[in-house]
């Protein structure tokens, strides 16, 4: 009798156990459905937060069923419970075990903003400004007082950042890609100092750089950069002055309305080309690789003069009277469309998402 009971017991306890077990494995195989979401869905993990914390934020978002069992599984797989803070993006069709993986490898969410060529640096602070996902910490701050945060106390901002596209994530600053944009434009001014044509009118990298800047202004047509570098180059070595609408149109501010009237041109400013001899003080933009490319290794050729044709490129002309006779057919007699520079490509907004 005693026997009977103690195999009835036994068996109970077996029951119980595998009972006990296979309400776990179901527990735990809930983590591994899709979560519920019709779009995407954006989770922060704050820094310091405890594995068990993160476990309830899942459940009260609705992004986990019980956090029992994302707790049981990070007993049962301790490497598991190793996250790291930042902001995330979950998506539909993914499990709490997804979620919980992407959140160990530290898979955070980027967001990115574009600073464009021939911008200025005004433009670029602008820019900063209007981002939603950033910390902003330079609004404020003078233009001198981010460039002694960047390492280039005294010094101009104009051109200084590189333009190109710049992921970031949330815990990121304004003077973090601020930092970002002038080492790497310090970078690639320098890997094209080294490899610059011989006999160029520039005493410093920083001369290069003003010159790219025009260049940048002066032309969108790719092909046509080293060209318009050629004729820069060959008037600063004549002597000859460089008379570039784009420096006088930084020279003159916030007065300028979209057109430049002959007073324009004859009132001196440390930019106005026609009025000083040489480069600028400064850069007048920000340049792009290609310009700082064609300003340090320009186009052969004679031609001194060019004027823009009015659908994006210029005609090129080696003496005065073929240039006044190119200014006469492009400028004075302008087609309806005419525009300077190529025609506008769509620029995609400031902050995008990307994984």
């Not at 009025?275 to 004679?302: S, V, W």
Request: charged share 25%; aromatic share 10%.
């Amino acid at each position: 009798m005693f026997k009977k009971l103690l195999i009835s017991l036994f068996c109970l306890i077996i029951l119980a156990v595998a009972g006990g077990a296979l309400w776990v494995w179901q527990g735990l195989q809930t983590l591994e459905q899709p979560v519920a979401l019709d779009e995407p869905v954006l989770f922060s993990v704050a820094s310091g937060s405890g594995y068990g914390q993160v476990a309830r934020k899942l459940e009260a978002d609705g992004l986990a069923g019980d956090s029992l069992w994302l707790r049981v599984h990070g007993r049962l797989f301790p490497e598991q419970t190793r996250l790291k803070a930042g902001e995330y993006e979950f998506t539909p069709g993914m499990s709490t075990l997804d979620m919980i993986s992407m959140m160990v490898a530290g898979a955070t969410k980027h967001w990115q903003i574009q600073f464009i060529e021939g911008w200025t640096f005004r433009d670029m602070r602008q820019a900063l400004a209007a981002s939603e996902r950033l910390e902003q910490v330079t609004t404020e701050w003078t233009d001198e007082e981010i460039m002694e945060a960047v390492g280039a106390e005294g010094e101009h901002p104009e051109g200084r950042f590189f333009p190109d596209t710049y992921r970031f994530t949330s815990d990121e600053s304004d003077l973090d890609l601020l930092r970002r944009a002038f080492g790497r434009m310090e970078e690639v001014l320098a890997d094209e100092w080294e490899s610059r044509a011989e006999n160029l009118p520039y005493d410093s990298p920083y001369e290069a750089l003003i010159m790219a800047s025009i260049v940048e202004r002066e032309t969108g047509a790719v092909h046509e950069r080293q060209e318009v570098a050629g004729v820069f180059v060959r008037r600063l070595e004549k002597g000859m002055r460089l008379q570039t609408d784009p420096t006088v149109i930084y020279g003159m501010g916030d007065s300028y309305q979209g057109r430049i009237t002959r007073r324009d041109l004859q009132t001196r400013t440390d930019y106005n080309t026609y009025r000083i001899d040489g480069l600028p003080p400064t850069p007048i933009a920000l340049p792009g690789k290609e310009a700082i490319h064609a300003a340090l290794n320009p186009a052969d050729g004679d031609a001194l003069y060019f004027v823009a044709r009015g659908d994006g490129t210029h005609k090129f002309s080696r003496t005065l009277q073929e240039h006044q006779k190119a200014v006469r057919e492009f400028q004075l007699n302008r087609r309806s469309d005419y525009r300077s520079s190529p025609a506008p490509v769509p620029v995609p907004d400031t902050e995008d998402s990307e994984q």
